[in-house]
């Protein structure tokens, strides 16, 4: 399995972006793809979760009503749609996929055994 994230940038507080993950490989084992993210100089954090199999959507508190994930079944991609940008927003935003994480650790970045490369996103004005 591979996973290519992409879609970092800057933008302007307020602004809006989108990051998309494309998989390859045996996605059909995915339980749970997600999106983390770590700024500089401080610990990876979970940002948001989409359960692969009935597309149930879980949010970190910090970005729920601005962050959206969804999928485009057809081409194994996962999207997170991050609007009302914030500067606190600044990360290198990654994704992973898990074929074993339960839902109570799925904001766990030890669970994840795939992930992509980091895109950058830069919120400021």
């Known amino acids: 399995v591979q996973l290519q994230a992409y879609g970092g940038g800057a933008v302007q507080p307020g602004g809006s972006l989108r990051l998309s993950c494309a998989a390859s490989?045996?996605?059909?084992?995915?339980?749970?793809m997600t999106w983390f993210r770590q700024a500089s100089g401080k610990d990876r954090e979970f940002v948001g979760s989409?359960?692969?199999?009935?597309?149930?959507?879980y949010y970190a508190d910090s970005v729920k009503g601005r962050f959206t994930i969804s999928r485009n079944n057809a081409k194994d991609t996962m999207y997170l749609d991050m609007s009302a940008l914030r500067s606190e927003d600044t990360a290198l935003y990654y994704c992973?996929?898990?074929?074993?994480?339960?839902?109570?650790?799925?904001?766990?970045?030890?669970?994840?055994?795939?992930w992509g490369q980091g895109t950058q996103v830069t919120v400021s004005s």
């Open positions: 490989g045996r996605t059909s084992s995915f339980r749970y």
């Open positions: 989409l359960k692969w199999s009935g597309g149930n959507t």
């Open positions: 992973a996929g898990s074929s074993s994480v339960i839902l109570s650790n799925i904001e766990s970045q030890f669970a994840y055994a795939y």
